[in-house]
């Protein structure tokens, strides 16, 4: 079962605070940002005078509207996800010592979907603003929906796992947080964690990208530049992301964190709320840029997903290659670590240490906080809220570091230390 890389003390607050406290923020976020005129304070000053009831109040129900939007949505994605053409993927050797397969067709799934959601607006078939109009209702039923499918993956674990990657740590909340199962799935081919992770949230993320870019038009006849540079910095983004989507399937995500109400509900509910958040602040916020400074902005946050994306590339061109390659024009300096899975056997993974992966052990992390920045500062500064998605990031992506510093110490051992010997720093060169 994963281990826990903090305290006893602050593992078990961290993750009951976040079973808690998610849901509610997810819709008051949402309140502030639609309602509240993006205002902190005023959803405070709200909920100071009316109390609980007033929370009540701004807690919409789930509505058969948007249950409908979000089967929709799922099922055509699940449909994709089986039935579009793709190259076999292997991807990483699990703690078990199993090889899980996919099929690398989601760069055809995310054009056939915005093709798909645009044309459907083009040709007067569904109006996107329905999404934007129902939001709060969407958020609510996924809050729900969503904790209610983790539960279907605790008793999966329990009753039916799909692998030998799954286990109890013999504790209920944090088999129900972490995941049983490393990697679940319905029959043999459809894969849990592909879907929520990449198919519903991230496919979602894009979608939702358009969808404010679509009711700004249509309220104002016509779309900022703030919202324009919003918008291509994401899609560009998440275009990027399908395109190396098996490269992801290598990451933390896919191949250590288990299935649990912190990767799938993160991925089902915080994406498609928190991620796009910048986009829905603008939606009634816009604002004008003007061409000088629309275009830095632009220019600067491609330079960040470009590096991000060199990052990853460089990476899985080493990882394929089995270091037989070129960075930035020399043979890449290396590591050569050797590692027991958990059935005994010796293995040996290349660790590479020159090129983005000299700089520090986790560089890819500061083109991508960065890039998360550039698409968010077209709203400027007049509200702290459309803000909390970088902050957000920046955390999580620090802790992630941290959680895959310990975990590559306890894999590797005296290899690692070799490793943090010569990339010192963990994220940010010279400084951390």
């Known amino acids: 079962m994963a281990e826990t890389v903090h305290s006893p003390w602050l593992t078990y607050t961290s993750m ?15 309140y502030t940002m639609v309602h509240a005129d993006g205002s902190i304070m005023q959803t405070f000053d709200y909920l100071k005078q009316t109390g609980i009831e007033g929370f009540k109040n701004i807690w919409p129900m789930p509505s058969p509207i948007a249950w409908k939007i979000i089967a929709c949505f799922g099922a055509f994605e699940a449909f994709l996800q089986l039935a579009l053409p793709g190259k076999r993927f292997e991807g990483p050797i699990s703690p078990a010592g199993n090889v899980p397969v996919y099929k690398a067709n989601g760069l055809q799934a995310y054009v056939v979907t915005l093709v798909t959601y645009l044309g459907l607006w083009w040709f007067g078939i569904f109006d996107p603003s329905i999404v934007y109009d129902h939001l709060g209702e969407i958020y609510s039923a996924l809050v729900f929906g969503s904790f209610i499918f983790c539960i279907f993956l605790y008793l999966k674990g329990h009753i039916a796992p799909s692998s030998t990657d799954s286990g109890s740590s013999g504790n209920a909340i944090i088999d129900f947080y972490w995941g049983m199962e490393l990697y679940p799935r319905i029959g043999k081919y459809f894969d849990i964690k592909v879907f929520t992770n990449c198919r519903f949230g991230m496919m979602s993320w894009a979608v939702l990208a358009l969808t404010y870019c679509i009711k700004q038009y249509e309220m104002n006849g016509k779309v900022s530049d703030s919202m324009l540079v919003n918008t291509v910095l994401m899609l560009v983004y998440i275009t990027k992301f399908f395109w190396w989507e098996s490269g992801y399937w290598c990451t933390m995500d896919i191949a250590h964190d288990r299935a649990g109400f912190y990767i799938c509900w993160g991925c089902l509910v915080w994406v498609p709320s928190i991620y796009t958040s910048p986009g829905m602040y603008l939606v009634n916020h816009p604002v004008h840029l003007g061409t000088p400074l629309a275009v830095s902005i632009l220019l600067a946050g491609l330079l960040c997903i470009y590096i991000n994306y060199d990052c990853d590339r460089q990476r899985q061109e080493f990882r394929r290659t089995n270091g037989k390659c070129t960075i930035w024009g020399k043979a890449p300096s290396k590591i050569v670590a050797s590692y027991r899975t958990t059935k005994g056997e ?17 560089f890819h992390y500061v083109p991508e906080i960065s890039a998360a920045f550039f698409w968010t500062v077209p709203a400027l500064f007049n509200h702290f809220l459309p803000y909390f998605y970088v902050i957000f990031l920046t955390i999580l992506l620090f802790d992630r570091a941290k959680r895959d510093d310990d975990r590559c110490s306890s894999k590797y051992g005296k290899y690692w230390k070799m490793y943090c010997d010569k990339v010192r720093y963990r994220v940010i060169p010279a400084i951390h």
Do not use: A, N, Q, Y
């Not at 009951?16 to 949402?30: E, G, M, N, Q, R």
């Open 16 to 30: 009951l605070s976040l079973l808690t406290l998610c849901p509610p923020f997810v819709i008051l976020l949402w």
């Open 346 to 362: 010796t293995k040996t993974s290349l660790l590479l240490t020159s090129g983005w992966w000299g700089l520090s052990r986790h």
